[in-house]
């Protein structure tokens, strides 16, 4: 038989039990459905945009089941309703968002019973900085490393487009921006040189547990790390150590994912 019941909420309005029952079993189903879309090349099991792995470690960090869009630069018209032209973007339900920190952020608004990426205010100005330190450290670092090789990797109806805006952009042909093995190593573990202190002292830059700090040069040193003949990080420094740490997270879950140097997946 059919049963009513109406509980109040903490604001005093009546709500119909059955119905919250609804929607909260509609807003798991939801949370099985976040829509994550992620950049590939050719193969599309190989993801490897720097922002991309942030928001990929992001959504395991929350607990939250999400499937991966594969997203190629050659094929926009998947996110066009986004309003980005750029990934990260997800879709929660039939809520678009884009850009790697704004999803962040609203994953832990939208999610404030998991665990938290960002903590606070204090968590937001701490991660703004590692982000800025990415920005203007790690990033010319890692693009020796990194840029030539993606385009290797990518689709061929991407690479057109991916050397013009990248060679536009940087004022240089993409072979000579590639730096040789050797160089390319020094100049990044140069760059690392203040996360190797911060990390000989703590497992993460969380503290016991990572949070979006962490994901944040995890990214950039996993763009590397996916598109590289060689591993570009020193696997027995300070950050090294904890590189591999955050591979192991949520079932191995980014060592489990192929390198062009396993090939494909
Ligand atoms: N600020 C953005 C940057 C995102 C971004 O630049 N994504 C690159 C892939 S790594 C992209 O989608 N590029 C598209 C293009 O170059 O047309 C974020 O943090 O999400």
């Excluded at 991309?52 to 960090?61: A, D, E, F, P």
């Amino acid at each position: 038989m059919h049963r009513v019941a109406f509980v109040r909420s903490d604001h005093g309005e009546w709500n119909c039990l059955e119905c919250m029952e609804v929607s909260v079993h509609a807003r798991r189903e939801l949370d099985m459905t976040i829509q994550f879309y992620d950049l590939v090349g050719d193969d599309a099991n190989m993801p490897f945009s720097p922002f991309c792995w942030r928001i990929r470690m992001s959504l395991l960090h929350k607990g939250l089941t999400f499937t991966a869009v594969p997203w190629r630069f050659s094929d926009k018209s998947a996110t066009a309703a986004s309003g980005h032209s750029r990934v990260p973007v997800i879709k929660d339900g039939d809520q678009w968002v884009g850009d790697s920190w704004e999803i962040a952020k609203y994953l832990d608004a939208q999610y404030p019973d998991r665990p938290t990426l960002i903590n606070g205010v204090e968590g937001q100005a701490y991660a703004q900085l590692v982000q800025a330190l990415c920005q203007s450290l790690v990033f010319p670092a890692a693009l020796p490393v990194a840029l030539y090789q993606v385009y290797g990797i990518l689709d061929e109806a991407s690479q057109d487009y991916f050397r013009k805006s990248r060679e536009a952009w940087l004022g240089k042909k993409l072979e000579d921006i590639n730096a040789e093995p050797e160089t390319g190593k020094a100049n990044l573990a140069q760059a690392l040189v203040p996360f190797n202190t911060m990390l000989d002292a703590h497992d993460f830059m969380g503290g016991d547990q990572p949070t979006y700090a962490d994901y944040a040069l995890f990214g950039v040193l996993k763009w590397g790390d996916v598109v590289s003949p060689y591993r570009p990080i020193d696997d027995a420094s300070a950050v090294g150590q904890w590189f591999v740490r955050l591979e192991n997270l949520y079932g191995g879950h980014a060592v489990n994912l192929p390198t062009v140097r396993q090939g494909s997946s």
